[in-house]
């Protein structure tokens, strides 16, 4: 008999970095497979890029609603919901969505690009020569700390309250370094965020709209008079969504470069390659693990029949690793053809919506890297997240000779 699938929810396979065989079997033997039980219960696993997309692109189907659960495998705590427009439907998704969109219009990210470029190339030329140091903490989390800080124009000196607040918002509270111990310890430390983000709220209401995302929602129709738990969901999804996700990008990239030492060199030769080796950094680490969907009626799904009211999992992870449709996927390979077409970024109408953003950040970052010729050695392991939605990687000891 073969043996049961193991629970790809549990969040030590992402901390050992050991998920990737079980993914290759689900792929392999059953793409789309139904666990009849999990801590988080039973649940649907879909391991393939094609039927992730399937499930992304019909919305009606597979919903997202904070109601029925939300977009993580793990239901939020009864009575603690907090609604926010990743875990709406249309359409309230589709108007909270469009009131922030514009933080990456173009003239947006043109505006911004020296100053992120000012910024990386003084961060990178403050880093000590020849001694160890944590890549993920003078890098990493500082750039996008100050980034994050420029979208919401909160004050600069106070950044890494933003950082600290993400990780509370994405802590899991089982794991022995969690930043909060108890759900009740994070709803205080958001409820704390959200009285420091009302005082700024109230500042830039009062004032003419500018291009500052508490001004927006300030001023959108949409967002302007939401109640508290929603105030406290957008601003966390936003902290979090611009946070994570990019600086673990920064350190993978690292990550990818040490091990593939050809693949930098051929961007060093060719600099036009530039926003391919970004994509891949982003396919390769898959910062976010798994976004989840509820069913809203009874579907068939690559032949197997999910219910209405049942937990449908997509798991990124796995999908970037599809060889369906990535060619040598395990591998690390600048100039791919349809570099950009993974699936970190999701699809549909919850796609990313600060993916230029992000992608503008790592080029700039890789492009000062390679402007200096700054070789970083890896010399120690990484401290990875125990966490089944965020990739993340904690800390990561380099030196630069
Ligand atoms: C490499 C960096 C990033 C990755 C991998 C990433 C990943 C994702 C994913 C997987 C989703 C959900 C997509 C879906 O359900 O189909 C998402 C949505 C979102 N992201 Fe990002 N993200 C990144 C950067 C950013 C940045 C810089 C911002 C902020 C400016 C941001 C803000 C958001 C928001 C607000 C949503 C919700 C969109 C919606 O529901 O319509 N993300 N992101």
Known sequence: MATA???????????GDSWRPHFERLRREDPVHYHPESPYGPYWSVSRYADIMAVELDHATFSSASELGGIQIADPPKGQELPNF????????????????????????????????QRTAAVLDGLPRGEVFDWVDRVSTELTAMMLATLFDFPQD????LTHWSDVAIANIAAADAVVKSEAERMAELRQMAEIMAALWKERAAQPPTFDLISMMAHGEATRAMPLNEFIGNFALLIVGGNDTTRNSMTGG?????????EIAKVRADKSLLPSLVSE????????????????????????????????????VSGNRDEAVIDDAEAFRVGRPRARH??????????????????????????????????????????RLYSNFIRGIRALPVRIS
């Open 5 to 15: 699938f193991p629970d790809v929810a549990d969040p030590g396979l992402y901390r």
């Open 86 to 117: 990743i875990r709406m439907d249309p359409p309230r998704h589709t108007a909270q969505r469009k009131t922030v969109a514009p933080i990456q219009a173009p003239s947006n990210l043109a505006n911004m690009e020296a100053l992120i470029r």
């Open 158 to 161: 106070e950044r890494r309250k």
């Open 254 to 262: 690292l990550i990818a470069a040490q091990e593939n030492p050809g």
């Open 281 to 316: 950094t982003i396919r390769w680490q898959t910062p976010v693990i798994h976004m989840r969907r509820t069913a809203t009626r009874d579907v068939e799904l690559s032949g197997k029949a999910v219910k209405k009211g049942d937990k449908v999992v997509m798991w990124y």
């Open 342 to 383: 993974h699936l970190s970024f999701g699809a549909g109408i919850h796609r990313c919506v600060g993916d230029r953003l992000a992608e503008l950040q790592l080029k700039i970052l890789w492009e000062e890297m390679l402007a200096r010729d700054l070789r970083v050695e890896i010399v120690g392991h990484p401290v």
